[in-house]
C-alpha cells in the first residue's frame, strides 16, 4: 500500500499535465480536472485509514536512501490535513465551475488549480526539509498566477507584494537550508531531528528562529501578516476561498512540522505565546476597521492562526491536539465564508457593508448558512469553533497561561462583533436595491450554491464527530511529541 | 579562496536587502535576483570547501570528492527563483502597463484609515471602490 502516498501528489501533477494538453476541450478539461480532485480526496482518505490503523508509513522515492533521496512520510497529523484539505478543494473546484470570474478566466484556471493541489499535498507528505521548499514554491508559483488571474488593474499591486514578500521568504529558506546543511549535513527531516542534537545550543536555536521566520511569513503570523489582507480579497472568490482555507495553513502545519520535529521543547515557549497573542489580537483588530466583507474575512484568517499558534506555543499535548482540531474545523469554515461571500456578489453585486442591506429577506438559505459558519468561527456552542476554542483555553489553562486565555476570549468576542456587524449589515434589515443590481443577473449558479451547502455540511458534521475527531487530533498530537514512530519510519526503513 | 566566496556573499545578501527597501519596483526586482545569487552560492558554500574533484577518478579517494548533494540543491534553487523572478517581471509590466508607473503606491486603504481628514484620499478611494465593484460584475 505504499505506493498510495505518492499519489496525492502524482494525481494533481498528471491531471495539470492533462488539463494543460486539453486547453482547448473545456468540457474534457473539466471532466479531468474534477475526476483527478476526487481521486485525490479518496486517496487522501484511504491514507488516513491506512495511517489510522498502521501507523506511520514512509516510502523513499525512487529507491534511493534517505540521506541522498526524498522521504515521503504519511503520520495521522499529515494525513488527516491531506483529508480536510481536499475535501475544501474538491468543494472550491466545484463552485468555480459556476464562478463567473473563474469561468470566464478559460482554460488556464484548472492546470493552475491541480498544481496547487499538487503542492499543498507534497507540503504535507514530504519528509526532506528541501523538498518542502520545492513544494511551497510549487503551490506559490500556481497562487502568484492565480491570485492575478485576469489582470485586474485592483489585482496587479497587492499580488505584487505578495510575491515579493512570497519570494524574500523562500530565499530565507533557502539561506536556512544553506545553514542546516552546512551544521549537519543533512536536510532529511528524520535524520535532522538526530543531528540537531549535536550541534551547540546557540546554532540549533538561531536555525530554529530562522525557520520560524520563514514559515511564519507564509502563515501570516505577527509581525509578518501585513501582506495577507491586502491580497486575498482581490483575488476571484473561489481562488481567495481556497487561499484563506489552505495556504497559510500549509505554513502552519510546517511550523508544527519543523518545531516538533526538529526543535522539541519540554515547556511553553514565551516567544511563540507572544506572537500569538499579537497575531490573534491584531487580527481581529485590523478586522473590526474593515467596511468590507471579503477585507473582514480576510483579517480573520489571521487572527485564527493565533489561535493555532497558541496551541502550538503550549509544547504539550494537549495544546497540540487542541490546535489540530482547531486546524481541522477552520480549514472548511473559514472557506465557506468565503465562498458564501461570492454568492452574495454574485446575488446583489457587491458585498460592501454600506452598499447591501436585507439580503435575508430574499435570500434566506445563504443567509442561514452564514449565520451557521460565522457562529461557528465566533465559537458558539454547539459547533465545532466552540470545541475548539474550549479545548484550546482548557489546555491554556492547564499550563496557567492567564495572560493567553484572557486575550483569547477577548479576540472572542472582537470577532462575534464583526461577525455581527457583517450580518447586520448585509443580511438583516430592509432590503434596498443597489444602483449597480438593475444589470445584474441575481440567479446563483447551481454549482456555487450546492458546493457551498456542501462545505457548511461538513463543518456541521465536523461539530457532530467531535469527539471522535478530538481522539484522533489527540493522537496525532502524541505521536508528534513522541517523535519515535516518525523517526523509525523515515529513518530506518 | 573560501574568505573571497563569504565575503561576496555577504555582499549580494547586502546589496539585495538594500535594493529591496526601493520603492522602485525594478530595483526591487533587482535586489531579489541579487538576495536569490547570494543564497544559492550559500547553499553551494554549505556544500564544503571549493576545489575537490567532482568526477570519479581512480586516484583520489572516496571521501575527498565535492558533495554532490548541494550542487543539485542550488540548481533547483536556480531554476525555481528564475522562474518566478520571470513572472514577477512579466507582472511589472502588466502594472506598467495599466498604470504607466513604476513606483510602489502607497496603501490606498492605509491612507484611508490614517487620516480621515484628508478628504482627497477619501474621495479617491470611495470613487476606486465604486470602480472595483462595478467591474466586478
Redesign the interface.
Known sequence: MKVLIGLPVLVPMGAAALTLLTLRLTRLQTIISVLASAVTLAVSIALLIQVETKGVTAVAVGGWSPE?GIALVVDLFASMLLVISHIATFVVLVYSLGHP?TRDAGAVFHPLYQAMLAGVSLAFLTGDL?NL??AF?IL??AS??LL?LG????Q??P??TY??IS??S???F??S???I??ATGT?NMAALAIELEGIPSGVRSALGLLLLVVFGSKAAIFPLFFWLP?SYPTAPSPVSAVFAGLLTKVGVYAIVRSQFLLFPRDEAWWLLMVVAGATMFFGVLGAV?QQ?MK?ILSFHIVSQIGYMIMGIALFDVAGLAASIFYLMHHIPVKTSLFLIEGVV?QTV??S?LD?VAGVARSRPVIAALFLIVSMSLAGIPPLSGFIGKFALLQAAVASRQWFLVAVALLVSFLTLFSMTKIWNAIFWGEPFVPL?QE??SSRVPVPMFAATLALVAVTLGIALSAGPLYDLSERAAVELIDRGPYLQATYLP | MSVVLALTIGALYAVGTYA?FDRI?SR?IIG?AL??H???L??L???GPPGRPPFVESTVPANEYADP??QA?AL??IV??F???V??LA??Y??WT??HDDE??D?R?DAR?DSPKRTVHRVEYEL??L???????
Do not use: C, K, N, W
Not at chain 1, 151 to 154: H, I, L, M, N, S
Open positions: 541522498v470570474r528541501f521548499f520545492v514554491e506559490l508559483t502568484y498566477a492575478t489582470g485586474r488593474r485592483e496587479i499591486r499580488a505584487m510575491i515579493v519570494l524574500v523562500s530565499l530565507l533557502i539561506t537550508l544553506g545553514l546543511y552546512a536536510v491586502d476597521a468590507h477585507r456578489v453585486g457587491t460592501r452598499r449597480e444589470a445584474q | 529591496l519596483l526591487i531579489l538576495l536569490g547570494g543564497s544559492v550559500m547553499l558554500f554549505a556544500g548533494l548541494p540543491m533547483t534553487a525555481i527563483t522562474g518566478v523572478l513572472f514577477l507582472v511589472s502588466r502594472s495599466l498604470t510602489v503606491e496603501d486603504e484609515l476606486s471602490v470602480g472595483d465593484d462595478l467591474e466586478q460584475r
